[in-house]
């Protein structure tokens, strides 16, 4: 009988270790979601440079010195193109013109894939 209830008592104690070791893994996991999240929230606020490019054009300089008001500098783009979007000088999307509350924007038609975002870091 004793030796039964010395079993039953290793075996408590077994089940209250393997229980606080889940528990210090949950924290644990927990914790590093958590250091995971402030590493993120560290970077939300540095600013990008988004640009539109609308299309494109080689002049002369002799061209650009004629250059005045209501000179009109055709561009390489056909009218129907999407127009393409960068961030910080990376090609990230393409898209239309909209006018929003008397504002331009552009709606994203074309999101570049993140494997090809990752083979522009490169170049």
Same mark, same amino acid.
């Given at each position: $009988?004793?030796?039964? *209830? $010395? &079993? &039953?008592?290793?075996?408590? &104690?077994? /089940?209250?270790? *393997?229980?606080? /070791?889940?528990?210090? $893994?949950?924290?644990?996991?927990? #914790?590093?979601?958590?250091?995971?999240? =402030?590493?993120?929230? #560290?970077?939300?606020?540095?600013?990008?440079?988004?640009?539109?490019? +609308?299309?494109?054009? *080689?002049?002369?300089?002799?061209?650009? +010195?004629?250059?005045?008001?209501?000179? !009109?500098?055709?561009?390489? /783009?056909?009218?129907?193109?999407?127009?393409?979007?960068?961030?910080?000088?990376?090609?990230?999307?393409?898209?239309? !013109?909209?006018?929003?509350?008397?504002?331009?924007?552009?709606? $994203?038609?074309?999101?570049? =894939?993140?494997?090809?975002? !990752?083979?522009?870091?490169?170049?």
């Amino acid at each position: $009988m004793e030796s039964e *209830k $010395m &079993e &039953e008592t290793r075996e408590r &104690e077994l /089940k209250s270790l *393997k229980e606080e /070791k889940q528990n210090s $893994m949950k924290e644990g996991e927990a #914790f590093a979601r958590g250091k995971e999240i =402030s590493n993120l929230d #560290f970077i939300l606020d540095i600013p990008l440079e988004v640009t539109v490019e +609308l299309g494109r054009a *080689k002049i002369l300089i002799s061209d650009l +010195l004629q250059l005045g008001q209501g000179s !009109v500098i055709e561009l390489t /783009k056909i009218a129907s193109e999407p127009l393409e979007i960068y961030v910080n000088q990376k090609l990230i999307a393409r898209g239309e !013109v909209v006018v929003v509350n008397e504002k331009i924007g552009i709606r $994203m038609t074309d999101i570049i =894939s993140p494997a090809e975002r !990752v083979k522009q870091l490169g170049s």
